[in-house]
C-alpha cells in the first residue's frame, strides 16, 4: 500500500462542501470522504505553519520537538516519519512544502554534510525530496525570505514568465492599468492572477504529483504539500470571480470578545493583519478569492484522483487530505491563524484507507478528539510497524478507519510560542514566556498563558461560537481545574526517552543480575551458585599480609 | 582558570565533617568548603547513577534528556557540557566514571562513527576520555556487566595482580581461611581487601588526575570521578577497621513509616536490598567499610590538593565536590538510593573559586536550593560564556561563589524512573507508569507517584526526619495545591527550544518583513515603499488575456 499524505495550507475545516459549507462545492474533496472517514473534531498541535507541520512529521508536541514556531530549526537526530518508514520498507517523499530549517549548527556540530543522504534527509525533515518548494517568494530589501532555490519559479521561467521572480509578478500578481497588481495588496484579491491557469501553483505540483506516481513503484509514502489557499489571496481566472458578495459569510464575532479581552488575544486583535480583516471591504475581496483557491484545490484533487483511479492505482493508495491550521477571516475580529479558537486550531481530516477491513466505516464521520501527530502512528501501522510510543506520542487511527471504538483521549492539546511575534513585544514578554497551551476536551477549552496571564475558557456545548470567555475578569470557573489537572497531567508525559521502547524496558528487567551486579547479599545463599561462581575460588595471592603467595 | 569537577559515587551528604558528621573526620573536604563555599541543599535531579549523571553532564532534567534510568542512552545530539566548554576554548576531560552509554541506534542512523573525534565524543557524552572506567566489573553467567575495556583491570594486571579480574578478586575482596570473601557479600565487608592500599581504587584514579594536570596545560574541565564509596563495600587496610560500633548511628526509620506505606514505598522496602539492611548485623558490617572508603577518598583529595598547592594551581583551578546520589544505609528501612528521603536525593556540594571576586564568601555555607544541573550554568559562566538557558536548566551558582544573593527557584525537582526494576513489576506497572516526581520547596517535599497512586508528602520543619507521611490514606493536606502547581510550572518548562536561544528570538523579531511577507495590506500604503518596490512596476506580459505582449 502507499500513502499519499496530501496537505492544504491554511486551509479552514468548514470550507468544503462535505463539512456543511452552503456555497463553496468540493466534490472532490467529498469525494473522498465518501470513500474514507471524515474526522470532524481534528486539532493541529500548534496553529502555525513551520510549527504545525514539524508536529505532523515527528508526531511529537510542539514542547517535545522544540520546533516552536516559523524558521526554529527542528534538532539534529529528531525522528521523524521518514524515518519510522523507512525501517519499514516504505520510502518516504516530499512533494511541495515543509517549511523545514535545517539545524545546520548541530549538523555542523555532529559533522554531517548536508550533500550525504544521511545530511540531506536530516536537512529535509527525513523527506527525500522529489520537489522542495515552500511556496513563499517574498522578497524585500534584505533579499528573498526563502532562501533556497524555487523549482516553482524556474518552471515559469521554463515555460516563458518574464521576471526574476515570476511567482510575485505573475503567479501571485494581477493587472491593474498595465501595472503589476500585486495580490500582497488585499485590493486585488479579486483580480485574476496574471498566469495561465495550468501554471499556477496547485495545478503545477499536481501535475509533478502525477509524475512522481507514475515514476515510482512502492511502497511510498508521499507528503504532497500545496501552498494554496495560504496567502497571497489571488487565483487566476476562471476562479477569481466564480464566488462574490453572496458567498461571504457575515464573520463570527461579537462586541463581548473585545470587552476587557484576554491580554494576548487583545493585542493580536490590535495588530495589522487583524485591522485588516476588521474591514469589512477586505473580507469582500479575500473570501472569494481564498474561496476559489479551495476551488482550484478542489478541482485539482479530482484531477489526481482521476489519474489514480484510471491507472487502477485507488486500490492500493492511502489518501489523507487535511491542512496545517486555518483561517480566521475576519471571525473574532483577527486575521491569520495564532490563537485556538475553532477556526483556528481545527482542521480537515479525511482518510481514506483502501484495505477492506475499513468498508465497515466507508463514508462515515468520526467525532473522536483526534491530533495532528496521530497521522505519524496511523503512517507506521499502516506500512506494517508497531507505533514506537516512546517517540511517536500521536495514537493510530486505523482502528477508527476499521469502524472499531479503541481507548481513546480525553483531551486534545495545542500550543504556541508566539515569543518571535510583535505582540510578544507589546506585551514585554521574555521569549520563554511567550507560550500558549490549550486543552480541549471536546466541550471545555481552556487556553493557559505563560507570564502570569489568567487563562481564556470557552463552553463549545452552550456557546459554540466562543465569544464568552468564562474566564473573563480574573473568574474561577469550576471546570478550570479539572482541565489544569489535564495540563499537568500532559506536562508529566514521558517525551523524551527516545532511546528506550516499552519493550526494551521489559526486557531489560533482572538482567543486571546474571552479570554480576549482587548487591544485596548477605553471604551469597541468597542466590543460586552459578551467579556467584566468578567471585569465589582459592585466593592466589595475599596483599593483606604483603605477601605474595603463588597459584 | 581550569576547574576540577570531582564527583564520588553514593556519597552521604551527611558523611562528611564538614557536614557535621560526628565521628567521620574528612579534614580534606573540609578544607576545600574552607576555601570556598558549602552548599548544603543540593539535591540531584534523579537518585540513581546513570541517570543523576546524565543530569549533570547535559544540565537538564532526565525528562529533558531522557536518558531516564541506567543504561538508557543518551540520544545522539543532546549537548553536554563538553559542547559547551568546548566553544569557549575550555578541552572537557574525563578520568574516571560516567556511566553513559551511547545511542549506537541514533549514531548509526546518522552515520556517526564512533573512532572520529565526533563520534568518540558522541559516545563519551561528549568528553575526551583521559581514563573512562566505570569502576563496576561485574561478571555472571552472561558475561560482564559492562563491556568495555577496564584501564583499572589493566592496570592491576600489569602490577601483578594474578586474575582475569583483579577488581572482583583483589581490589573488591578479602581472605577467608584462604578463599575470596567477595566484597559483594556484606559478610566480608570488615575484612581488609586483598590489594596493596596504593593500587585500590581510589588512589589509582587520583594517580591518574595527578598525571592528567601535569600533561595539559588549560583551560580544561576536568571530570574526576570515583567509584566508592559505591559498593561492593570493602576498602584496603589500614581503612577497613578505622571505624566500629562505636561509630555506627541508630537507624533513622520509625515503625509509623511501614504502617500503610505508599505502594511505591512499601515496595522498596521489602526488596532485597532493602531487607539485608533492615538487619543490623549488615549495618554492623557495612557502615564501618563505607567510612572507610570515604577515609580514604579524604586522604587522596589531600593528595591531590597538596599536589595543587605545590605546584601554585590552586590559584587558578576551581574545584568541585560532589556526589551522584546518597545511600539510605538503613535509614527508612531502606538500602541503596532510588527514592527522594534527604539520605538519598541530597549530595555535598562544596565549590572553590579561586578569583578574587570569591574571597567574600570563603569558608561559608549556602542553604540556597541548589540543583545538580546548576553545575552545567556554573561551568559555562566560569569559563567565560554567557549560559545557553533554551539548553541548560540550571543556573550559575557563580554568583552565591560570590557573595551575592540572586534571584532563585523557589523548588526543586528530581525523577526517578524504575520502570526496569522489579518493583515496577511487583506493582504490575506499565513501563511509562513506572515514574516518580519530586517537587521540594525547602521545607515540604511532594512525592508524586504516575500510575493512579496517592503522594507522598513531608514536612521537613516539623518533621526533619521524614517519618510522617502527610498523605498517608488519601489525605489532602492543604500544602499539596502548591506544591503541584509548582509541578504543573514546571511540566510547562521550555526544554526542547534547542535550536533558538532568547537572543536569537529577540533577533527575528519584526524581520520578515524586510524580505517581503506582507501579508496584512490593503493597498501597500501600511508600509514604507522600500518594502513593495519588488512587487511593483510595469506589466509585461498579460496572460489574462493571453497576449504575451514584449516588455
Known amino acids: 500500500m502507499n500513502i499519499l499524505f496530501i496537505m492544504y495550507d491554511q486551509l479552514r475545516f468548514d470550507y468544503l462542501s462535505c463539512a456543511g459549507h452552503p456555497h463553496l462545492h468540493t466534490p472532490n474533496f467529498d469525494r473522498v470522504a465518501h470513500m474514507g472517514v471524515r474526522f470532524s473534531n481534528a486539532y493541529v498541535q500548534s496553529p502555525i505553519c513551520g510549527a504545525s507541520r514539524m508536529c505532523y512529521y515527528t508526531g511529537r508536541y510542539a514542547s517535545s520537538h522544540g520546533a516552536q514556531w ?141 509524475e512522481f506516481i507514475e515514476e515510482h513503484d512502492g511502497p511510498w509514502c508521499a507528503h504532497v504539500s500545496f501552498i494554496k489557499p495560504h496567502w497571497p489571496y489571488i487565483v487566476p481566472a476562471p476562479y477569481h470571480n466564480m464566488y462574490g458578495a453572496n458567498h461571504i459569510p457575515q464573520p463570527r464575532r461579537a462586541d463581548v470578545e473585545r470587552d476587557d479581552p484576554h491580554p494576548v488575544f487583545g493585542a493580536y486583535m490590535e495588530n495589522k493583519v487583524a485591522s485588516a480583516f476588521q474591514r469589512e471591504e477586505v473580507r469582500q475581496k479575500v473570501i472569494p478569492a481564498y474561496m476559489g483557491l479551495i476551488k482550484q484545490c478542489d478541482d485539482q484533487l479530482g484531477r489526481l484522483l482521476d489519474h489514480l483511479e484510471n491507472t487502477d492505482r485507488l486500490k492500493d493508495t492511502m489518501i489523507v487530505l487535511t491542512s496545517d491550521h486555518g483561517d480566521y477571516l475576519g471571525d473574532h475580529w483577527l486575521g491569520e491563524k495564532d490563537l485556538f479558537h475553532e477556526q483556528s486550531v481545527k482542521v480537515p481530516m479525511i482518510i481514506y484507507d483502501p484495505r477492506s477491513a475499513a468498508d465497515a466505516a466507508r463514508g462515515t464521520t468520526c467525532d473522536a478528539l483526534v491530533e495532528s501527530v496521530d497521522l505519524a502512528a496511523t503512517f507506521v501501522e499502516a506500512a506494517g510497524g508497531k507505533v514506537p510510543d516512546h517517540i511517536i506520542e500521536g495514537r493510530s487511527l486505523i482502528p477508527w478507519l476499521h469502524g472499531e471504538v479503541p481507548d481513546w483521549r480525553e483531551y486534545a492539546i495545542s500550543e504556541y510560542d508566539y515569543s518571535a511575534t510583535p505582540q510578544a513585544v507589546k506585551l514585554g514578554l521574555r521569549p520563554r514566556d511567550a507560550r500558549l497551551f490549550m486543552v480541549f476536551d471536546g466541550r471545555y477549552k481552556l487556553m493557559h498563558a505563560e507570564g502570569g496571564f489568567r487563562p481564556m475558557l470557552f463552553d463549545l456545548q452552550t456557546d459554540p461560537d466562543e465569544f464568552n470567555d468564562l474566564a473573563k475578569g480574573g473568574k474561577h ?75
Request: charged share 30%.
Open 70 to 210: 516559523n524558521g526554529f530549526p527542528l534538532r539534529v537526530g529528531e525522528q521523524t516519519i521518514g524515518d519510522h518508514l523507512r525501517k519499514l520498507g516504505m520510502d518516504c517523499w516530499l512533494i511541495g512544502k515543509t517549511h523545514m530549517v535545517a539545524d545546520a549548527d548541530g549538523m555542523a556540530r555532529l559533522g554531517l554534510s548536508a550533500d550525504s543522504t544521511i545530511g540531506a534527509r536530516q536537512a529535509e525533515c527525513g523527506f527525500d525530496a522529489w520537489v522542495r518548494d515552500d511556496g513563499l517568494w517574498g522578497e524585500g530589501p534584505d533579499g528573498f525570505y526563502d532562501e533556497k532555490r524555487s523549482p516553482y519559479n524556474e518552471y515559469l521561467k521554463g515555460k516563458g514568465y518574464d521576471s526574476e521572480n515570476p511567482w510575485a509578478d505573475y503567479a501571485n500578481a494581477g493587472i491593474d492599468d498595465e501595472q503589476i497588481a500585486s495580490g500582497w495588496m488585499f485590493r486585488n484579491a479579486d483580480k485574476p492572477a496574471n498566469i495561465r491557469e495550468e501554471d499556477s501553483e496547485t495545478p503545477w505540483l499536481t501535475s509533478k504529483t502525477i
Open 477 to 551: 470557573h469550576p471546570e478550570m481545574d479539572r482541565l489544569y489537572d489535564m495540563l499537568a497531567q500532559w506536562g508529566r508525559r514521558m517525551s523524551q526517552r527516545v532511546t528506550r521502547s516499552e519493550d526494551d524496558i521489559e526486557t531489560m528487567r533482572g538482567k543486571s543480575g546474571r552479570r554480576g551486579i549482587l548487591p544485596f547479599m548477605y553471604d551469597g545463599s541468597e542466590v543460586p551458585d552459578e551467579l556467584t561462581v566468578k567471585y569465589r575460588g582459592t585466593v592466589r595471592q595475599d596483599h593483606v599480609k604483603g605477601d605474595d603467595k603463588g597459584s
